[in-house]
């Protein structure tokens, strides 16, 4: 079987899913601080609506500011969780490449599957919610992730053919010189 020894078509394979890597923990650091400092900001106008709200109809302020607020923060700890899962997999897939473990690297596979499922399935609720622009824009980054984890199989499939990648590579090198 032909197996690709780059990425893109322009980068060796091993320092793409590096990148990719690399890409994948700033993105989702950035998205997981992000969606903390929101849910704090929430948390906060939720304490000033409770301290402004001298309404004398308790059923139109539940129903009102409380399920809205409810509803942001349910899906704000949502991508938080998820942001730093995906931290913690993209820290064992850089692992997996520097060090050759190819389960490191067959974690982060994975659970960018489960992530994939997760993307679609947002897609579809955006689709019936009628965002479809959202969706689409949703439905496309998914794309991306599907072929950067294609790229990481196949440095999975490497790995288990015997081919090194990261530091373990070098020292093959350096025994192979001596030899």
Not at 138 to 153: R, T
Request: include cysteine; charged fraction near 10%; aromatic fraction near 12%.
């Amino acid at each position: 079987m032909c197996w690709a020894e780059k990425c893109c078509f322009c980068v060796k394979i091993n320092i793409g899913t590096t990148i990719i890597g690399i890409g994948s923990f700033i993105i989702f650091s950035i998205l997981a601080v992000t969606s903390a400092v929101l849910l704090v900001l929430e948390d906060e106008e939720k304490k000033i609506l409770k301290m402004s709200t001298n309404s004398t109809n308790p059923v139109q302020h539940v129903f009102g500011t409380d399920v809205r607020i409810i509803s942001i923060n349910v899906i704000l700890v949502t991508v938080l969780i998820v942001s730093v899962l995906a931290v913690f997999f993209s820290v064992l897939l850089l692992i997996g490449i520097i060090k050759n473990r190819p389960g490191l690297v067959l974690s982060y596979f994975s659970f960018g599957i489960m992530a994939t499922i997760l993307m679609q399935l947002g897609c579809l609720l955006l689709l019936l919610s009628q965002y479809w622009y959202f969706s689409l824009i949703w439905f496309i980054v998914s794309l991306f992730y599907i072929h950067y984890l294609v790229v990481v199989h196949t440095v999975y499939e490497l790995m288990q053919r015997g081919k090194l990648f990261g530091v373990t590579a070098s020292e093959g090198l350096e025994e192979e010189l001596l030899n």
